[in-house]
């Protein structure tokens, strides 16, 4: 089970975007996350004009290491570690290491 998935909503806590909050889009397999607005940066793309694709300087995200991103505890407003625990039904739960509130419930 992984500490930060695909859909939750994360805060920066290390690097130039320090601060900002986004939502993770995809987790790669080397340790690193797609999150919404955070490290955005310039791609010099040349149009293609068999697939339609237009040329220019596009601004897109980049993935972050999942070392310099917290998940973001909406109760304390702050990035917050993760711990997990088994429920009395035998699931395997993350909670909030801060106030043991549990994260996925579904």
Request: a positive charge.
């Amino acid at each position: 089970m992984q500490r930060i998935k695909k859909n939750d909503d994360v805060i920066v806590i290390a690097g130039r975007d320090k601060g900002k909050r986004g939502s993770v889009l995809k987790i790669t397999n080397d340790g690193r996350a797609l999150v919404d607005n955070v490290n955005l940066v310039k791609r010099h793309t040349k149009g293609n004009p068999n697939t339609g694709q237009t040329g220019g300087i596009i601004e897109k995200e980049a993935p972050i290491q999942l070392s310099n991103i917290a998940l973001y505890n909406p109760v304390t407003k702050k990035g917050e570690r993760i711990g997990f625990k088994a429920l009395e039904d035998g699931r395997k739960v993350r909670y909030f290491k801060s106030n043991d509130e549990v994260i996925d419930l579904a």
